[in-house]
T-cell receptor, first 111, second 115 residues
Framework: GQQLNQSPQSMFIQEGEDVSMNCTSS?????WLWYKQDPGEGPVLLIA?????ELTSNGRLTAQFGITRKDSFLNISASIPSDVGIYFC???????????FGKGTHLIIQP | EPEVTQTPSHQVTQMGQEVILRCVPI?????FYWYRQILGQKVEFLVS????????KSEIFDDQFSVERPDGSNFTLKIRSTKLEDSAMYFC?????????????FGSGTRLTVV
């Protein structure tokens, strides 16, 4: 099946720092989604991207759909303690219902 | 904010037993999904359901699994004879449109522990 390579696996940063994470794939996706998951909860949608080259912001979050349709990144500016959690990229391939998820980036913010 | 509701939040069952996980999707959504997440791993697609039938299923969704929408509101996942490796968080999700225009909305999950 399709694989998404998400990096980094974990990040240890100071509050106020900017964060960047990305996902790459060998396959083309029609849709890229970024989710955040808190412990014991389901993934919560942060940003959805539907067009190659699209750059979308949601508050301090910015994500881009790569021009090749095989990659996406998520940036978080000026991190705050509540940004702690696991961030997943997910892609929806052409003709597919299901999403393929990356393995997640675990964001830890040190005071 | 509309929610996808899952019950129970935690289910412990003995190996070989049948379990039914329940979900109430968002009321105007038409597409329904089950995903699972083994502890510490990524979220994996199991099955999608539309117009009262399975639309797509993954390799994980073998004959031990079945889904049903018994009435207008519930969406269930049944595992006929649970195995230890079925222990995972199971997430139900729903979406308004096939392309997931607004992304999926996930429930909070049911933690299934098979002993």
């Amino acid at each position: 099946g399709q694989q998404l390579n998400q990096s980094p696996q974990s990040m240890f940063i100071q509050e106020g720092e900017d964060v960047s994470m990305n996902c790459t794939s060998s396959s083309i996706f029609n849709t890229w989604l970024w989710y955040k998951q808190d412990p014991g909860e389901g993934p919560v949608l942060l940003i959805a991207l539907y067009k190659a080259g699209e750059l979308t912001s949601n508050g301090r979050l910015t994500a881009q759909f790569g021009i090749t349709r095989k990659d996406s990144f998520l940036n978080i500016s000026a991190s705050i303690p509540s940004d702690v959690g696991i961030y997943f990229c997910a892609g929806q391939a052409v003709g597919a219902d299901g999403l393929t998820f990356g393995k997640g980036t675990h964001l830890i913010i040190q005071p | 904010e509309p929610e996808v509701t899952q019950t129970p939040s935690h289910q412990v069952t003995q190996m070989g037993q049948e379990v039914i996980l329940r979900c109430v999707p968002i009321s105007n959504h038409l597409y329904f999904y089950w995903y699972r997440q083994i502890l510490g791993q990524k979220v994996e697609f199991l099955v999608s359901f539309y117009n009262n039938e399975i639309s797509e299923k993954s390799e994980i969704f073998d004959d031990q699994f079945s889904v049903e929408r018994p009435d207008g509101s519930n969406f269930t996942l049944k595992i006929r004879s649970t195995k230890l490796e079925d222990s995972a968080m199971y997430f139900c999700a729903s979406s308004e449109a096939w392309t997931g225009v607004y992304g999926y909305t996930f429930g909070s999950g049911t933690r299934l522990t098979v002993v």
